[in-house]
């Protein structure tokens, strides 16, 4: 039996995709929230976490480095192997797929594959193999192209989501001239005329 956390924000969705799994005889399926995914994680001990990166509370939280962590407190399962991140994506978004990679994903779904595709690549994850919609391909190429760095993204998605110098600095555990020389960098590398000119430049491109 495989054990699945499906980690989804939308209570309706969350639901329809836990049932889709459900039904195939080799799952048992949990489901959560982000914001109580870690405790389930505990809880479940899962050979699979799937995960929307597009969702408001998962994306944020891959933002600030978190959706790694959600994984030390998967333990590996009934003594086999270590739990494996499945993320779905959205290939229009680079940065979710270069924040799930830094994560160590090991499978991504396109959100407009087939539902075969899901079972599959949660089949793949459980054995521990590596598992991508050849879709993501293109996206994958433009996340090797961020011209920042992941502390640089780090700061730019903090300020992204209106947070100020200080409040960055306290969330990084860095200080206010540091975060300003970030910034300083971030509007260069991305030829911005400002934060705000590099804020919109970064979701044109799907990095934020």
């Known amino acids: 039996m495989i054990r699945v956390l499906l980690v989804h924000d939308s209570y309706l969705l969350r ?7 459900q039904a195939e005889p080799e ?3 949990a489901s959560a929230a982000w914001r109580d995914a870690r405790s ?19 994306d944020k939280a891959a933002r600030k480095g978190e959706l790694g962590k959600l994984m030390a407190e998967a333990p590996a399962a009934d003594s086999g192997p270590e739990s494996g991140l499945l993320v779905l994506a959205n290939a229009g978004r680079p940065g979710q797929l270069r924040r799930a990679h830094k994560a160590r994903a090991l499978g991504y779904i ?6 075969q ?9 459980a054995k521990q193999e590596r598992f991508i ?12 192209e ?31 001239g540091t975060i300003r020389n970030y910034l300083a960098a971030i509007t260069r590398k991305t030829g911005a005329r400002n934060r705000v000119d590099a804020i919109r430049i970064s979701r044109c491109e799907g990095w934020v």
């Open 15 to 21: 639901s329809a995709l836990a049932a889709l799994i």
């Open 27 to 29: 799952f048992e399926v």
């Open 40 to 58: 389930r994680a505990r809880s479940l001990q899962p050979h699979v976490c799937v995960v929307d990166t597009d969702c408001p509370g998962s």
């Open 110 to 115: 396109d959100k407009n594959a087939p539902p």
């Open 117 to 125: 595709r899901l079972l599959d690549g949660i089949r793949h994850v």
């Open 133 to 144: 919609d050849d879709s993501l391909g293109y996206g994958f190429l433009k996340a090797a």
């Open 146 to 176: 961020i011209p920042l760095t992941e502390r640089e993204l780090g700061v730019l998605s903090l300020a992204a989501d209106g947070a100020s110098i200080a409040e960055i600095a306290r969330t990084l555990h860095l200080s206010n």
